[in-house]
């Protein structure tokens, strides 16, 4: 049986970071699935379709081919190399539509569900507990402060805080309250709050878990 860890979580809460290096320290496969919505929202904003169209944006689901390689440090869609463009500003919103649309999530959780049954993997994103594998060995949802989230992500794009925090805002606002797989913590999650800790404190937390749940103590590599 295939091992799961799922990350949930709100925007640039530190997921990725934290689910990359579980993953790297583990050897298991790392799956950005919020990178798999992205690029959804990069085709159709190509295709100059709107992302709030249902059957368009199930169709774009469906034929997607997306892949992420190199220990998921690069996102291919329809074998092109989209891993900076899917991080730009309007395709963040563009791909929190995207993902209220059931259509949709039905095909990229399907996609999700198809790579974690065969491999180990570390997966983040927002309804990985709950929906995608709610049967997951592990579940974390990591949080932290809005301030201090903005202020990462502020960093990371070099961009106007004012205008991250709305956008921020704006994105979170939207994933908590749609109505399918809104983000929300699992009862049986792991919460952290890692305002005030290191990367290497987060990570240490999760792997005592990781060890208490699923190898009896020892590492897996
Ligand atoms: O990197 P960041 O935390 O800003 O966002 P992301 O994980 O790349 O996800 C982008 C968007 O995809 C989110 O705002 C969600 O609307 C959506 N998403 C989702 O609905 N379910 C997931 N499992 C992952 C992402």
Redesign the pocket.
């Known amino acids: 049986m295939a091992i799961v860890i799922a990350i949930?979580?709100?925007?640039?809460?530190g997921?990725?970071t934290i689910a990359r290096r579980l993953a790297a320290r583990l050897g298991f496969i790392y799956i950005?699935?919020?990178?798999?919505?992205?690029a959804v929202?990069l085709w159709a904003s190509r295709e100059k379709l709107d992302p709030s169209d249902r059957h368009h944006m199930e169709q774009l689901a469906l034929a997607a081919d997306i892949t992420l390689e190199d220990d998921g440090a690069r996102v291919l869609l329809n074998g092109e190399d989209v891993t900076d463009a899917?991080?730009a500003p309007e395709v963040?919103r563009a791909?929190?539509?995207?993902?209220?649309i059931p259509g949709v999530?039905r095909a990229?959780?399907e996609k999700?569900r198809a790579i974690g049954s065969q491999n180990n993997v570390v997966?983040?994103?927002?309804?990985?507990g709950s929906?995608?594998f709610p049967n997951a060995d592990v579940k974390v949802f990591l949080d932290a402060k809005t301030e201090e989230r903005v202020r990462r992500?502020a960093a990371e794009v070099n961009g106007n805080r004012e205008v991250i925090s709305q956008q921020?805002h704006e994105?979170?606002e939207?994933?908590r309250s749609?109505v399918e797989?809104p983000?929300t913590q699992q009862p049986d999650a792991l919460y952290l709050d890692s305002t005030g800790l290191s990367i290497d404190e987060v990570e240490e937390a999760i792997l005592r878990l990781v060890r208490a749940r699923i190898s009896n103590g020892k590492e897996y590599r």
């Open positions: 949930d979580g709100p925007a640039a809460a997921k990725s950005d699935s919020g990178a798999m919505y992205r929202a899917i991080r963040s791909a929190s539509l995207v993902a209220t999530r990229l959780v999700q997966m983040e994103g927002r309804d990985i929906v995608v992500r921020l994105r979170d939207r994933d749609r797989a983000l």
